[in-house]
């Protein structure tokens, strides 16, 4: 019953940043950690993990943009969002997978993960770019 709740979306230009932020109700050390995002008639796809020893991999169309991080004293998962583009209009959900899975399976070797392979979803917060 773990529940993430995240923050931070909204409207903005081309070029822009945005920091969204994902509260999770309990401690999330040795959980898997991921941002998805989906646009309409698409699969949702991860953006960025973060496994429970701190790696991260990214999908190549946001690399040297955004950036996954946690921050343990707020027990957040984040993602900075630079240099934003139309492109990257969506629905961002934060998802996390127990830790009995674990995640070095995507981590270790750079496979990003499908939406089947995490557990638990947050509600989703829309990022808008425009040109």
């Known amino acids: 019953q773990v529940r993430l709740v995240e923050s931070g979306g909204g409207s903005v230009q081309f070029g822009k940043s945005l920091r969204l932020s994902c509260a999770a109700s309990g401690d999330i050390r040795g959980y898997c950690m991921a941002w998805f995002r989906q646009v309409p008639g698409k699969e949702r796809e991860a953006v960025a993990v973060i496994d429970d020893i701190g790696h991260t991999i990214s999908t190549t169309p946001v690399k040297g943009r955004f950036i996954i991080f946690q921050d343990t004293a707020q027990n957040t998962v984040n993602l900075l969002m630079n240099s934003l583009t139309p492109e990257d209009t969506a629905v961002y959900y934060c998802?996390?997978?127990?830790?009995?899975?674990?995640?070095?399976?995507?981590?270790?070797?750079?496979?990003?993960?499908?939406?089947?392979?995490?557990?638990?979803w947050g509600q989703g917060t829309q990022v808008t770019v425009s040109a």
């Open positions: 998802a996390a997978d127990g830790p009995r899975n674990g995640c070095s399976r995507f981590t270790f070797n750079q496979r990003l993960p499908s939406a089947t392979e995490y557990t638990y």
